[in-house]
Structure formats: C-alpha cells, structure tokens
C-alpha cells in the first residue's frame, strides 16, 4: 500500500534538490555572480605569486578589470602550467587567463575570446655570450632553454632545429640554467625576457633579438580560454574587453607594467 504522504515528501526533496541545482547553476554560468579564473602565478610580469600569497600581475589586473566591467566577483586559482588546461575541462575553473596564446591546436580543446596583447617571441643570451643571431644558423649546436607546453618551446622545435632544446617547468628554471651557464640562449615572450633583463636577477644576459611570429605556431595573441560552448562567459569577456580599450582602463593597466603598448596589431 502506498503512502502518499511519503510519497508528497519525497517529490518536495527532489523538487528542492533540482532548484538548488539549478540555482547554482545559475550563478555560476546564467546568473554570472562569480567566475574562478585560473592562471599560473609563474609568468612574471603577467602573472606571478608572491610570496605573501598574492596574486600580481597584467594577467592579473586585467583580469579584475574585466570582471568589475562585467559586474561579477573574482576568484583566482593558481596551477601549473602543463595542466591548466586539462583542469579547465575538469571544472577546476571557468576561464584561464594566464598569458595562453590562441593557436588552432588548443581550439580543437577550448574555445578562446579575443586577444587581450599579442607580443613576439625572443631570444636572450649571456652578456658575453659569442652568438651574435637570433637565426637557426647563428643557434646551431647551442642549448636553448624554453618553458615546456608553450608556443616558445615550439617556435624553438620548428624554427631553430639546429640547436638543442632543453625544456622547464616555468620560466624560473631556465633563468638560472642561463645565469649558471647550463643553457647557451633561452626563448620566450619579448616582454617577459625584457622585464627579466631589467632586473637584479636578469644582470647575466641581454636580448640578442626579437622573433618574428609565425601565425600557425604563435596563434593571433593572448586570449582567455573557456570551455568548449560557454558562449555566453566567451561573449560577456569579449564586451568587456572592447570596453575596458575604450574607456581607458586597459592603457591605464599597460602603463602601470609597460612602455609600450602590448595590445599589438
């Protein structure tokens, strides 16, 4: 015999249960009250962790700029790099913003918004170093350094087949294999190598050139990765980011790293 009373009770918990579930569904893609942003916090100056904890940076700023356009509050999630995109899928977050360049190997996994910069790769040397081009003939035989998982690492492997290629986790570990004289030249972005060679811990080296971008390997510049048929975050961070070059907030936070404008053509 049934008893309707239960039977009342339990349609009202699953009825409960779906709303709630579809209440935090709500704010987290409809509603938009809160996006997680993952990043690597090892790209210094787009995105680094202090040693106080906090999170510092380009990536970083703009970042909390386009959520204050975008009226939603921010969280940041730190994560290596060989796996942040594996993580995005996994849910770990909502978007990467860390500096990822757009190129059609990671479409195939993520979708993208449009670019927020778009700077060249380079080439960095020891100040005494005898090589005198950024060019597979003037690498050849030498040991260039990049960080693995990277367009740099793989502009390297097309483009400069005549050296050897030695791969790190982040950026910091061919800094020092540089500075010990373990690696002959290291790329990566120009920014990056010329805030480096600006500083205390960048004092061993010098820019021996810029690259020239090859849109295949490169992609069309830094964009924000999400998952594959967000359509509405892609389109909320694209507006927001025409938004935030408009009213001048994006040149404000440019200015704040940089001399020149890394938006790029």
């Not at 990277?150 to 570990?173: G, M, Q, R």
């Not at 805030?195 to 849109?215: I, V």
């Not at 990765?225 to 694209?238: S, V, Y």
């Amino acid at each position: 015999m049934f008893n309707s009373k239960r039977i009342t009770l339990a349609v009202s918990a699953a009825a409960l249960i779906l709303s709630m579930g579809a209440a935090a569904q709500a704010a987290s893609h409809g509603g938009m009250k809160k996006i997680v942003i993952g990043t690597e916090g090892a790209y210094p100056p787009f995105n680094n962790l202090e040693s106080d904890g906090s999170l510092v940076g380009f990536d970083i700023d703009i970042a909390k700029a386009l959520c204050e356009e975008m009226k939603v509050e921010c969280e940041f999630v730190t994560q290596d790099w060989d796996g942040i995109i594996p993580a995005l899928l996994a849910g770990k977050f909502d978007a990467i913003i860390a500096s990822m360049s757009v190129t059609e190997e990671r479409k195939e996994k993520v979708d993208f918004t449009n670019k927020y910069y778009n700077t060249p790769p380079a080439i960095a040397v020891p100040k005494d170093s005898p090589i005198t081009e950024a060019t597979d003939a003037g690498l050849a035989g030498k040991v260039i350094g990049a960080q693995s998982s990277t367009t740099h690492s793989n502009y390297a492997e097309e483009k400069l087949p005549s050296a050897e290629l030695k791969l790190y986790p982040t950026p910091d570990e061919y800094k020092l294999d540089i500075d010990s004289g373990r690696v002959d030249a290291v790329i990566d972005d120009v920014i990056v190598l010329s805030e480096w060679l600006k500083s205390d811990a960048g004092t061993c080296c010098k820019l021996l050139g810029t690259l020239t971008p090859d849109p295949v390997i490169n992609g069309e510049g830094a964009g924000i990765a999400i998952r594959k048929g967000e359509t509405e975050l892609r389109d909320m961070f694209n507006t927001a980011i025409a938004a935030i070059r408009e009213n001048g907030t994006y040149k404000t936070i440019n200015d704040k790293y940089f001399d020149v404008d890394v938006y790029g053509d």
